[in-house]
């Protein structure tokens, strides 16, 4: 219910899980997900849609630097036009220090 509160806000909209694995952070987006399919959400959120991020394959084949950030960057440029989108991004902590192997920054 937090998670939705948050989700339905104008600005800072942005929630973070955070636990020790195994705790439901995925089954909460998967909650999430199932209660837009039933219509059991605000009026706001009715019409997204939920996409989940492999990270391993965003990472997959980025030898060079900047690589991973150009693939990320255009991600989100693509979901930014899509204004009812949601980017579900599993084991988010990979991504810190992802760029960091070849060289860049996130």
Known sequence: ERAIQVLCRRRKNNPLLVG???????????G??????????????????????????LLAGTKYRGD???RFKAL?????QD?????FIDE?????GAGAASGGQV
């Open 92 to 96: 988010i902590h990979t991504i810190i």
């Open 32 to 57: 999430l997900a199932w209660r837009i399919v039933q219509g059991d959400v605000p009026e706001v959120m009715a019409d997204c849609t939920i996409y989940s991020l492999d990270i391993g394959s």
């Open 68 to 70: 991973f950030e150009k």
């Open 83 to 87: 204004t009812n989108s949601i980017l």
């Open 20 to 30: 020790e694995s195994g705790v439901g952070k995925t089954a909460i987006a998967e």
């Open 76 to 80: 989100l440029k693509q979901l930014e």
